[in-house]
C-alpha cells in the first residue's frame, strides 16, 4: 500500500488514540501531516525499536508517543504509552519467549515490538469496525478501506478473546485461553472503559460495567488485582496487571 494511503488511515487513528490510546500500524512519523516529532529515542532490542514523541498542532495541540519496530523484515508501527513499557519488560524478561499473550487487539503490538512475545490478536476485526471511534466520522469509501486494509483479524478470535475477558467462570476463560496456546492474560486500566465493547460482543449486553454481575467477571477481578482462581497474579503496576494460568 502506498505511504498516501496509509497517512489518510492514520489521521483516524491518531483521532482514536487521543480517545481511547490504540494501538496499531502505519507509515512514518515524519510523514503524517502536520505533526512535528519532538523526539526520537532508540530503544534497540530484539525488534529494532525506536520510540517517538510528536507534536501534532490540527488535534488541539496533542502531544502523544508512536514507536515502530521490525519484525521478520516488515516494519510495523503503533501509538505507544510508556507507563507499559514495565509491564512489557517483565513479559520480555519473565516469560519464555515462546509464550503466547492474551489481550484486547489494542496492544498486541506494543507487546511483541517490545517484549518479543506473540499477542493472540493484534488488530481488530471487520465486525467490530465500528466500535473503533473514528470509524463514524468516514466516508463509505473510507470505512470500505478500513475495514479492508486494517480490520482482517479472524472474528472467532475477537469473540473468543471478549469472552476470555467477561467469563463469569474463569475455568471457561483458560479454556479459551488453551485453545491459543495461551497463559498469560495482559490487561490494562483502560480496558474498564472499553468493557460495554467486550460485554456486547460475547452477548452479555444485558450486563452493565456499574452492575453486581460485572464484578463477578475475569476482566473485573484482573482490573481490581483480585485472586482469580486458576490464574496466579505475576504483576500489576503503572496501570497494568498480567496473570498466568496454574
Known amino acids: 500500500m502506498a505511504c498516501g494511503k496509509y497517512m489518510k488511515v492514520i489521521t483516524y487513528l491518531v483521532l482514536f488514540f487521543i480517545a481511547a490510546s490504540v494501538f496499531f500500524s502505519g507509515c512514518t512519523a515524519q510523514k503524517i501531516p502536520d505533526a512535528t516529532v519532538l523526539n526520537t529515542r532508540y530503544v534497540g532490542g530484539e525488534h529494532n525499536i525506536t520510540v517517538y514523541t510528536l507534536w501534532r498542532h490540527d488535534l488541539h495541540n496533542a502531544t502523544w508517543a508512536e514507536f515502530e519496530y ?17 509491564a512489557y519488560e517483565f513479559l520480555k524478561s519473565n516469560t519464555s519467549p515462546d509464550s503466547i499473550i492474551t ?23 471487520v465486525e467490530i469496525a465500528n466500535s473503533v471511534s ?40 483458560i479454556a479459551l485461553m488453551e485453545k491459543y496456546g495461551s497463559d498469560y492474560l495482559f490487561v490494562v486500566d483502560m480496558d474498564l472503559e472499553k468493557s460495554p465493547v ?3 460482543i460475547a452477548g452479555k449486553q444485558n450486563v452493565s460495567t456499574d452492575s453486581p454481575d460485572f464484578n463477578k467477571l475475569v476482566i473485573w477481578k484482573a482490573l481490581k488485582g483480585e485472586n482469580i482462581d486458576g490464574f496466579e497474579l505475576v504483576y500489576s503496576g503503572s496501570g497494568a496487571h498480567i496473570y498466568k494460568t496454574i
Not at 489481550?103 to 476485526?125: A, F, L, N, Q, T
Not at 463509505?140 to 467462570?169: Q, S
Request: charged letters at 30%; hydrophobic letters at 30%; a negative charge.
Open 70 to 86: 521490525t519484525v521478520n523484515g516488515k516494519t510495523e508501527r503503533g501509538d505507544f504509552v510508556e507507563d507499559y513499557v514495565p
Open 103 to 125: 489481550c484486547w487487539w489494542d496492544y498486541g503490538h506494543s507487546i511483541r515490538g517490545w517484549s518479543g512475545r506473540e499477542p493472540v490478536v493484534d488488530i481488530p476485526s
Open 134 to 173: 473514528p470509524y463514524m466520522y468516514m466516508s463509505d469509501a473510507e470505512k470500505k478501506e478500513f475495514r479492508d486494509e486494517f480490520c482482517t483479524a479472524p472474528y472467532n478470535k475477537t469473540k473468543d478473546i471478549a469472552a476470555i475477558l467477561t467469563a463469569d467462570n474463569p475455568q471457561d476463560a
Open 198 to 200: 467486550f460485554l456486547s
